[in-house]
């Protein structure tokens, strides 16, 4: 994984419609593919998803994970298999992109907070 990506980034999501859904804070750290390589937790509309990632692919400036949650219970919080990706933007920014349709295929712009 390229080394721009390590840190803590932090963000608002917003459904494909453009309604806000949450926030997502999440550490993404080394690591091949197949490892996990992110942690964090998000909240969607007042529920609270803490999950994994693990990396499927990356290039210079994007990342591909498979998220899994660890509360399957909900239909908003990813149950694995989902495919996420993360794409580095100008001035420490990431674009996040989910696409768990259940909560409207969140997506944001993250700040790198450290």
Do not use: Q
Not at 12 to 26: A, C, E, I, N
Not at 43 to 63: H, I, N, Q, Y
Request: glycine share 14%.
């Amino acid at each position: 994984m390229p080394e721009d990506f390590v840190g803590t980034w932090k963000g608002d999501l917003y459904s494909r419609r453009g309604v806000p859904v949450g926030t997502l804070t999440v550490t993404l750290t080394r690591g091949g593919k197949g490892d996990t390589v992110a942690t964090g937790s998000s909240s969607l509309r007042g529920l609270k998803c803490a999950g994994r990632w693990k990396l499927v692919s990356a290039s210079d400036t994007r990342l591909v994970a498979d998220a899994s949650g660890t509360d399957p219970s909900s239909e908003l919080c990813s149950p694995g298999g989902t495919r996420e990706e993360f794409t580095l933007r100008k001035n420490d920014r990431l674009r996040y992109e989910s696409h768990v349709a259940a909560a409207g295929d969140a997506a944001g712009t993250l700040r790198k907070i450290r």
